[in-house]
């Protein structure tokens, strides 16, 4: 514990050893999601960043450690994912070990597990984890599901918090599309009676993590040389950012002098006074700019504007959300009124144009489509009939931490129906939690024991099917003729719907002034 | 910063097409056809050119496009003398900074073809690190010969917007850009922002 670590804030009074237990981990390649099955419904999964780092005392810290390390600047995590897949299985390993023993407190050799793996995993990925979870940790029995499978599983259970219920058609036949905006890559998967279509996954290489090294490119080039403050970056980014309604009109906005309403400055920390960047408030300016009757289009404000460094409120934009979640220390705010000249970052049209790139992936140069075309393209794929695909768009769930972004789902929502068929009804409705849906509904599925034993793989089963299993990984069958532990349905016994339930279900759905003059046109 | 050399175009291309690997690969093969054909072609001509009124050819430039999406993808931040193993330069402050004050593509291609900085020590940690990317364990995995119709990752990536044409923002300042680099195709708004570009930017990346 050198001068640089606090302790971290949630690691109170665990109980010793947990033993015959389920652990579910979604293995993100940013941030590690652990739960307890047994805690059941109302448990709040523990997030730490799934990385390594050397603190500048020289000790090397991971997980919830790292998550309370004082001073980010310059701080170089290393990590185990690359592309969104496991390339360094020690690194993951001890990670992983720290966060089961250090943070959970459970014994690894007397649990199961259930675990995510990114679909589409190569050979090489899926036997690491394998012999990540049995060799090296030991766990009596795993199953491995795809984040998407589990996000589903999470959202058909989620009835009371969006206005689903159990006897929903898209609950009981199993049907939905998963878009999962997560920290390397974003998913569209199609899923219907349970099983996520092949064809119906789509990857668009776009995440969090892309988006916090554009951000970091263009600080770098407009204002300060960012390039090595990963974790400032990402905390800006996740203060800072929203997604715009429209570009065009959003970047008129920002031309008037000083970058108008949308500049925000983010003080940087210094690792002394300032421990974790905030945003500055700059509400107070504005008041004072409304007091005199000034309109806040004009140019000529400068002075107004340099009047916020002294009479600015501090903290007042606490993190909302995200891996650094620990509160501001007390003594930062002590010290702050002698602070008046610390750094800051200014951020005026890239607030918005770096989330943009979701939708746009073209807008840095990446020959793919946007999150909303990339829901179409999972939907409409040649395995689907019509009313299959009516059904997967009657239930368009989106998670994942880049979804936070403010107005996200706002924006999504009005670029993706012009993008399909008329015919088709959309329903769309974001995770609680996007970043803890896929643990949650881990959690669900391993609470059905039955089903959770029915499709785990044991660990005597494992080491004495070793060869059949790396057969059936190099085969890339996507669902395994071998028991692998890989989850094929995520759930059980889906009700068959026929076309015409279907079509008559949608048509409640559409507000009534619309099914007026669908049949006027008739 | 050592993205470039990691990735060959074909790869880079595979990754983000939905064509087939071997559609990649023949398009990638015509692209370096084109290349060093042209090449070889205006080889006396290019001599004659002052190197600031050169233009990058349309293979160079979809490659440093492609470096620079690659360092974007990049969650490994190879900052030379940080990772533990007492890297090269970490004393040279300077250094440090042209390295990564400006865009990654640039320096990378440079020293790519200058060769200076690479000291020994510096190979042998890339070659360690490069045996841990995903791109390492793709081109071991064969999955490019994996029967046709079967979905894998490669088949996986979602293909170009048929919705959208690509949009064109200023490189210096991000706003609605409606001019393009005569030389290195990078989009800038306005004279100032074109000053700037052509000081920082602008073939920084190539020669």
Known sequence: MGPHRARPPHRVALPPARADVTVVVDLGAGTLKLAFAEDGDGTTPIAVPNASARARGGASVSGSALAAVTDVNGLALRRAHDRGYCVNWELQREVLREALEGDLGVDARKCDLVITEAPFALPATREGLDAMVFEDLGFRRMLVATPAQLAKRYADRAEAEDGRDAGDLCVLARAGVVLDVGFSFTHATAICGGVEIARGIRRLNLGGKTLTNYLKELVSFRQWNMMDESVVIEDAKEKACYVADDVMAELEKCKVKRGGAVRREYVLPDGIHILRGYIKDIDEGKKDKNKNGEDEGENDEDDEDEDEDDDEDFGAKGPKRGKKKQPKPPMAKALKPAEPDHQVLTLVNERFMVPETLFHPSDIGARQCGVTELVTQAVENDDLCDAQRALCYLDVFVTGGCSLFPNFMERFERDLRPLISESYVIRVRRAKDPILAACLGGVDLARDRKFFEENAITKEEYLANKASIREAHQSLEFHPSVRTGRLRAYAREPTKFDANRIKAECMKLTPTNEREIERASE | ?207
């Open chain 2, 1 to 207: 910063m050592s993205f470039v050399q990691d990735v060959t175009p074909e790869l880079a291309s595979s990754r983000y097409g939905t064509a087939t690997t071997s559609e990649a690969a023949a398009a990638a093969g015509t692209m370096t056809a084109k290349t060093s054909g042209s090449g070889a072609r205006k080889s006396s001509r290019a001599r004659s050119i002052s190197k600031a009124m050169r233009r990058v050819d349309a293979a160079t430039r979809a490659e440093v496009a492609a470096a620079r999406l690659d360092s974007f993808e990049s969650d490994v931040a190879i900052v030379p003398g940080q990772d533990g193993d007492g890297g090269v330069d970490s004393d040279d402050e300077e250094f440090v900074f042209n390295e990564n004050a400006r865009d990654g593509e640039a320096t990378m291609v440079k020293g790519k073809k200058k060769g200076t900085r690479t000291t020994r020590g510096a190979a042998e940690h890339k070659r360690a690190a490069a045996a841990r990317t995903f791109n390492a364990l793709l081109e071991q995995s064969f999955i490019d010969r994996a029967p046709k119709g079967t979905p894998t990752y490669l088949t996986a990536a979602a293909g170009p917007s048929k919705a959208s044409a690509p949009r064109k923002f200023c490189s210096v300042c991000g706003f609605a850009a409606p001019y393009g680099c005569a030389r290195c195709g990078m989009r800038f708004c306005s004279k100032k922002c074109s000053a700037v570009h052509a000081e920082t930017r602008c073939l920084k990346m190539v020669g």
